[in-house]
């Protein structure tokens, strides 16, 4: 398999289930992205790992915790969340360097009921 | 956080005819990107541009960066139902650092 990759790509879930989301690149890259894509806001950068350390966490709320075992991999954990973290979230990677050309997943749709 | 302003929001026309995306800011960037997202699917790079008054061509589809490195526009000609989708501009500050704009969701009709 090629590219950036996304499991689940759709999840529905309640305030209090516990649930992860998976990101997997098989591009080569050292540098991983969490974004979430709502309705009527630009794309908001959540993390960033690179070289497997966290490099950048945008003010992003507890309930959501980030992993990155290896380069290749990345997860997104959910608990009790809130039907406003509701969107689409996006996963990217890229090559660390000046042009930080990122090659997104497909996203996971979370709906939270 | 650094804001890039898109316009038109939304944008609807008819197969054939040219049509210009703006997207602005008031910070400066080292780069800026254009990708393309259809629904369902994450945003697709189309171009980079890094240097200012750079002009980029894709086929039908030109890049150009401002001077000052603030802003960019992206230009179709002949447009076709394919090039339906969400354009999204994002300017890079820092390492990782890419700011995503507003987008513009484009419709055009067969």
């Known amino acids: 398999e090629t590219g950036v990759t996304q499991t689940p790509r759709h999840l529905v879930m309640g305030m209090t289930n516990k649930k992860s989301l998976k990101c997997e690149q098989h591009l080569g890259h050292n540098a991983m992205y969490w974004y979430k894509q709502s309705a009527k806001k630009p794309l908001e950068l959540m993390f960033v790992?690179?070289?497997?350390?966290?490099?950048e966490n945008n003010s992003v709320p507890s309930r959501f915790s980030p992993e990155c075992p290896n380069s290749s991999h990345l997860f997104l954990h959910l608990h009790t969340l809130q039907p406003e973290d509701s969107a689409l979230y996006l996963c990217?990677?890229?090559?660390?360097?000046?042009?930080?050309?990122?090659?997104f997943g497909p996203g996971t749709r979370l709906t939270v009921l | 956080t650094q804001l890039l302003e898109q316009s038109p929001q939304f944008l609807s026309i008819q197969e054939g005819e040219n049509l210009t995306v703006y997207c602005n800011s008031s910070?400066?960037?080292?780069?800026l990107q254009w990708y393309r997202q259809e629904p369902g699917e994450g945003p697709v790079l189309l171009v980079t541009v890094v240097t200012g008054g750079e002009v980029k061509k894709l086929k039908r589809l030109t890049f150009q960066f401002g001077d000052a490195r603030k802003d960019s526009s992206l230009h179709i000609t002949a447009a076709q139902p394919g090039d339906t989708g969400l354009y999204l501009c994002?300017?890079?500050?820092?390492?990782?650092?890419?700011?995503f704009g507003t987008g513009t969701r484009l419709t055009v009709i067969p």
């Open positions: 990217a990677s890229s090559r660390e360097g000046r042009r930080n050309e990122q090659f």
């Open positions: 910070s400066v960037f080292s780069s």
């Open positions: 994002a300017g890079k500050t820092g390492a990782n650092n890419l700011f």
């Open positions: 790992y690179s070289l497997e350390e966290r490099v």
